[in-house]
């Protein structure tokens, strides 16, 4: 097994000391795809989702992935309210089987006007996997 982690380039930069995805290449050619925690700007729970979306699939471009591949979604929303709007657009991303998935309320996020945050596991098998970096 195989590890590394990065930021990759073209793709949102952290807000603070972390790396944004962590790849984890096994034995068998299969990769894992640990992506941190997305934020995004927007005035509303839809334009944050949206740009929460939109930031995933660019981390997940940077190795070969695609939003496709996601196997487990956690997600923290500050306003259950906000969670049908969410959901929508999860729904227009998210257009394959749905992944695992865990949805939990906070009381703030780290960026202080963040609605929403999301953070996944990706899964890329075989000869894909291996090649894809």
């Known amino acids: 097994m195989r590890t590394s982690i990065d930021n ?3 793709a949102p930069q952290p807000f603070g000391p972390y790396s944004q995805v962590a790849r984890v290449e096994h034995a ?3 990769v894992l795809l ?5 934020c995004a700007d927007g005035d ?3 334009a944050q989702s949206r740009g929460v979306f939109e930031a995933l699939k660019l981390l997940l471009a940077a190795h070969g992935a695609g939003l496709d ?9 500050t306003d259950m309210d906000g969670f049908a709007d969410y959901a929508a657009v999860r729904k227009e991303f998210l257009t ?3 992944p695992t998935s865990t949805t939990v309320a906070v009381s703030r996020l ?3 006007r963040a609605l929403v945050e999301v953070e996944v596991v990706a899964a890329l ?3 894909t996997g291996a090649a894809a970096r």
Do not use: E, F
């Open 125 to 127: 098998t075989g000869a």
């Open 44 to 46: 509303d729970m839809a």
């Open 69 to 77: 591949d996601i196997i487990n979604i956690r997600t923290y929303l």
């Open 28 to 30: 068998d050619g299969g």
């Open 110 to 112: 780290v960026p202080p």
């Open 8 to 10: 990759p380039a073209g």
């Open 34 to 38: 640990y992506v941190s925690g997305q």
């Open 96 to 98: 394959a089987t749905p």
